[in-house]
T-cell receptor
Framework: EAQVTQNPRYLITVTGKKLTVTCSQN?????MSWYRQDPGLGLRQIYY???????DKGDVPEGYKVSRKEKRNFPLILESPSPNQTSLYFC?????????FGPGTRLTVL | QQPVQSPQAVILREGEDAVINCSSS?????VHWYRQKHGEAPVFLMI?????EQKGHDKISASFNEKKQQSSLYLTASQLSYSGTYFC?????????????FGPGTRLSVLP
């Protein structure tokens, strides 16, 4: 089954404690991206990757890092999380047209 | 540049029609439409790739006016299952390359 998986689905952490949210897709898509969703603001792109070893900043990249060492995986790294990064995060993959979204990760930073 | 969606929210009775609009200040290459139910991931509805194109499936259709940099989503004879938040996603190109931006969403509630 074609899918995008994310882990963990829920995470509560404290300010400054490094964390990684994993994202994996099984559709051999070249394009992958991370979004955060906050009430009234829609889906804002954090980072995207056009292919392996090619990543670029989206609209709200501050405080986040990504890597793309293999085609299927695109982890999101928060080196020093802060409360304003409390949000719902979605990973997505696509092959030029429609985007497939992962189930989401709800992150709370205390 | 985030597109503008209108209305922000709409409440309908089952069987009524609704139109959701999406407009951009940029010249658009494509427009996507997604629906998101509460607590779930957005789900793709359709993509419009060229000006004047209209697409639809079931009782949901969309149009793309390239000249006006606008797209509209039409929901006819709405069903309870249509409830959710609808997002348009717009693709445009500038000096920095290809960009894709979602609108802020339109919350649709269909009541029995």
């Amino acid at each position: 089954e074609a899918q995008v998986t994310q882990n963990p689905r829920y995470l509560i952490t404290v300010t400054g404690k490094k964390l990684t949210v994993t994202c994996s897709q099984n559709m051999n898509h070249e394009y992958m991206s991370w979004y955060r969703q906050d009430p009234g603001l829609g889906l804002r792109q954090i980072y995207y990757s056009m292919n392996v070893e090619v990543t670029d900043k989206g609209d709200v990249p501050e405080g986040y890092k990504v890597s793309r060492k293999e085609k299927r995986n695109f982890p999101l790294i928060l080196e020093s999380p802060s409360p304003n990064q409390t949000s719902l995060y979605f990973c997505a993959s696509s092959k030029r047209t429609r985007k497939f979204f992962g189930p989401g990760t709800r992150l709370t930073v205390l | 540049q985030q597109p503008v969606q209108s209305p922000q929210a709409v409440i309908l009775r089952e069987g009524e029609d609704a139109v959701i609009n999406c407009s951009s200040s940029k010249a658009l290459y494509s427009v996507h439409w997604y629906r998101q139910k509460h607590g779930e991931a957005p789900v793709f509805l359709m993509i419009l790739l060229k000006g004047g194109e209209q697409k639809g499936h079931d009782k949901i259709s969309a149009s793309f006016n390239e000249k006006k940099q606008q797209s509209s989503l039409y929901l006819t004879a709405s069903q309870l299952s249509y409830s959710g938040t609808y997002f348009c996603g717009t693709e445009y190109r500038d000096n920095y390359g290809q960009n894709f931006v979602f609108g802020p969403g339109t919350r649709l509630s269909v009541l029995p």
